[in-house]
């Protein structure tokens, strides 16, 4: 039951985080957003639902049907699957090997993409998918290592101990540069703007989801956004102090996604050579760096300790 909960939350709040993101680019490009659906245009996402869902829905000649038809369901089957990890108060299924999990399960949602490129048998989504599985392999090796910088501080794989770490101070102040490239690098995990190679719509069509219509790409639109609002929780767990008891934590976690959105709104696409010289050149090493900082620091303070 408390799962089943859970995806229903989840899946409402990326409802509204949709509606929230057309409402703020709206703004940013000084026009009204959807307004015309109900009051406000607050019933907007229920009514796109619903018209993705009763569209037909066409599959390619030449595709491999099912692998076609079944990677946007697994898709959104992982992205559901991270917010299991979601270390709630009431102990939900909070297990000691949180961290594992989230890596485990953010690795595999890039075959979903890859699948859905290929077996689409189209070049642009071949291309799409590509680059996705390219981008997402570079910066999984700067959030595992990131990560891998938070596991010496606290030495547990526990996601709670987080809550518990952060009680007088956020991580965010002892490790500011840190906070900043898990952000980028949530955002080219996500493929989000600067970064969403994979939906390159100006050179790709629409990337690798260039032939899915009605339900497949009400899917993989689902598993996108779901992915960013775990993201975005993974950033206020890690950084701006967990208190889980409180409804701050909450207006943090929208914040981080307001500020995905806020970028999106902004900057360009980035050139692609440039992503990976930024997740090879700079990431890594800074990452690296911090690391055996960190390491470094707890030997320090064992020693004056003993």
Do not use: H
Request: glycine share 6%; hydrophobic share 55%; aromatic share 20%.
């Amino acid at each position: 039951m408390n799962m089943l909960i859970l995806v229903i939350c989840v899946l409402v709040g990326v409802a509204f985080f949709t509606l929230l993101e057309r409402k703020v680019l709206g703004y940013i490009q000084i026009r009204k957003g959807p307004n015309k659906v109900g009051f406000m245009g607050l019933p907007q996402p229920f009514s796109d639902a619903i018209k993705l869902f009763t569209k037909e829905s066409v599959s390619p000649l030449m595709s491999n049907y099912y692998c076609y038809y079944m990677s946007p369901i697994f898709n959104l089957f992982l992205s559901l699957m991270l917010w299991m990890c979601m270390p709630f108060v009431s102990v939900f299924l909070n297990f000691n090997f949180g961290i594992l999990f989230f890596l485990c399960c953010s690795s595999l949602s890039v075959y979903t993409i890859m699948i859905a490129g290929w077996s689409s048998n189209s070049n642009y989504s071949m291309l799409g998918g590509l680059r996705s599985v390219a981008q997402t392999i570079s910066y999984e090796v700067s959030l595992s290592l990131i990560m891998l910088s938070f596991l010496v501080l606290i030495m547990s794989l526990n996601l709670f101990d987080f809550v518990k770490y952060q009680v007088y101070i956020w991580m965010l102040f002892i490790c500011f540069p840190l906070a900043m490239v898990w952000f980028v690098s949530s955002l080219a995990e996500t493929n989000r703007t600067p970064f969403d190679f994979a939906e390159g719509e100006s050179e790709l069509v629409s990337g690798f989801n260039v032939e899915y219509s009605s339900g497949g790409f009400a899917l993989i639109f689902l598993a996108e956004y779901s992915s960013i609002l775990f993201m975005s929780m993974m950033f206020s767990l890690f950084f701006l102090g967990a208190d889980l008891m409180s409804w701050m934590f909450f207006v943090k976690l929208v914040f981080v996604a307001f500020m995905f959105i806020w970028v999106r709104g902004t900057l360009p696409r980035f050139r692609y050579d440039k992503l990976m010289y930024l997740a090879w050149k700079s990431f890594l090493p800074v990452a690296l760096n911090f690391l055996l900082f960190f390491f470094g620091l707890k030997i320090f303070i064992y020693t004056i300790l003993i």
